[in-house]
């Protein structure tokens, strides 16, 4: 098939959570033998020059280079509109000039769009099977936002996640067929009512690059990763720091955290200065810093979708201590596989227990990647792909037959 494929970040190199999983996605198409046209964005120089790395990944692709400021102002200007300033940020004059131009030159198979904000760039095709893969719903993800915010944060948080629910419910019903990627997600979507065929498939982790390693954990340290401008992230560490980081030290005075993780703000930084406490920033390569720990902590009280750290922490054989809003992206049995906790007393008991157990740390290490390895492995989870795909060519044409 002749496959256009839209999605909001440019998907080379696959190091952050929007990004691995449309290259995935893309690697496994043209590896099937499909012809593979990308359409994305990138935000400064440097990410165009590294996304000329997809080139063995796909038959084309197609970049349009934008600047923050600029996109920034976008997102401003749709405050007092009723479209979603996420829309804003993700729209390019040239990308949308670049996608007419290859939908009038060429004959086209299927669609395939990945994040809702870039759909606005395929949306009034019809001549045209078309997939959404929404990947997390983001309107919840604003409207949870609102919660932690201040005013008037929260209430411009709120009325986005309002927009963004409206957006998200029209931009459905004029495709014909919607993605998520967890369950959860995947009934919020049909929450919805839209009326359009439905479905989700999980993301992935490659086991072989996140794989243990013979060298020796340290017992005393403890490990959070993510990208540090990221407000979950910060959210979460900064609540870890001040309510359970002091009661992890007074029964294990020498434990140390790693956070780890791009471009911390000056909040972040600050945790640096905590007895214990190292805050690295970027680093070339998460890996050591993962599987030096006795375990790593997930501790997101704003979670939506699959956290890709938690897939490869597992898949490395360290044990992760997760909330539960967390744990519900990952195809895993909390006690079984990983230890879920809610309450600074739940994430203190949690961690000290694998801390305390070298056998405990060992069998969940153990358990952890053979759940990757059998629940979170990209073949699976794009044989999936394959069917959803079948199933709305299949869809597409019959309808077309009834309208014949």
Request: hydrophobic content about 40%.
């Amino acid at each position: 098939m002749n496959i256009l494929y839209v999605c909001h970040r440019f998907p080379f190199p696959p190091k952050r959570g929007g990004k691995i999983r449309p290259f995935n996605m893309i690697r496994h198409l043209s590896a099937s033998g499909h012809q593979v046209t990308v359409c994305s964005l990138a935000r400064s120089s440097q990410e165009a020059e590294e996304g000329r790395g997809i080139a063995p990944h796909c038959a084309a692709f197609e970049m349009a280079q934008v600047s923050d400021p600029v996109q920034t102002l976008r997102m401003v200007a749709r405050l007092p509109v009723p479209q979603p300033s996420s829309m804003g940020y993700f729209y390019s004059a040239s990308l949308r000039q670049c996608v007419r131009r290859l939908l009038s030159a060429q004959q086209w198979d299927l669609i395939f769009v990945h994040c809702s904000s870039v759909a606005q760039y395929v949306e009034q095709v019809r001549d045209v099977p078309k997939i959404l893969d929404f990947g997390d719903m983001d309107s919840q993800k604003w409207l949870e936002y609102a919660n932690y915010k201040p005013f008037p944060l929260s209430l411009g948080y709120r009325l986005e996640g309002m927009k963004m629910l409206a957006a998200e419910k029209r931009l459905a019903r004029l495709f014909d067929l919607c993605t998520a990627t967890t369950r959860a997600e995947w009934e919020t979507l049909e929450g919805y009512g839209t009326g359009v065929a439905t479905d989700w498939f999980p993301n992935g982790v490659d086991s072989e690059f996140f794989c243990p390693s013979n060298e020796p954990y340290d017992a005393d340290t403890i490990s959070f990763i993510g990208r540090m401008d990221y407000y979950p992230n910060q959210e979460c560490m900064a609540r870890f720091c001040a309510q359970i980081w002091p009661l992890l030290r007074r029964c294990r005075p020498n434990i140390k955290l790693l956070i780890v993780g791009a471009d911390p703000s000056p909040e972040m930084q600050k945790l640096g200065d905590l007895p214990g406490v190292t805050v690295t920033g970027s680093v070339p390569d998460v890996r050591p810093y993962i599987r030096k720990s006795a375990l790593m902590v997930a501790p997101l009280n704003i979670a939506r979708g699959t956290q890709n750290k938690i897939l490869e922490a597992m898949a490395m054989g360290v044990p992760v201590v997760t909330s539960r809003v967390a744990a519900g992206g990952v195809d895993a049995e909390s006690v079984k596989h990983f230890l879920v906790a809610d309450t600074t007393e739940e994430y203190s008991a949690a961690i000290l227990r694998i801390l305390d157990d070298p056998a405990e740390r060992q069998r969940l290490a153990l358990a952890g990647r053979q759940r990757m390895l059998s629940n979170h492995a990209w073949p699976n989870s794009m044989g999936r792909l394959d069917q959803i795909i079948d199933r709305c060519i299949r869809n597409f044409s019959q309808s077309k037959r009834k309208l014949a």
